[in-house]
């Protein structure tokens, strides 16, 4: 996946505009993965939690480990996080 979207040019171009205080609930990488992911499938915040939580293969993709990260409560927007 990496030679057809370069996550990390991606990430390095993202990260010049978030500002240095805020912090997000993931690495930006991870943000960006989740970005995509809600693009590509048309879903809403809470559906993308949801798919979280049920398909491992989106939280693989995404580079999250239930026994590392904790997903976000439901009034976070994932969008607004990364823009």
């Not at 499938?41 to 049920?54: F, K, Q, T, V």
């Not at 580079?63 to 969008?79: E, M, Q, T």
Request: glycine fraction near 2%; charge should be negative.
């Amino acid at each position: 996946m990496e030679a057809v979207l370069p996550f990390s040019a991606l990430v390095k171009l993202m990260e010049v505009s978030i500002p240095p205080r805020r912090k997000a609930a993931y690495e930006p990488e991870t943000m960006l993965r989740l970005h995509l992911m809600q693009s590509w499938w048309s879903l809403r915040d809470d559906a993308m939690e949801d798919a979280l939580i049920d398909s491992s293969a989106i939280r693989c993709f995404a580079g999250i480990d239930f026994a590392k990260n904790n997903i976000p409560a439901p009034p976070l927007s994932w969008r607004s996080t990364i823009l």
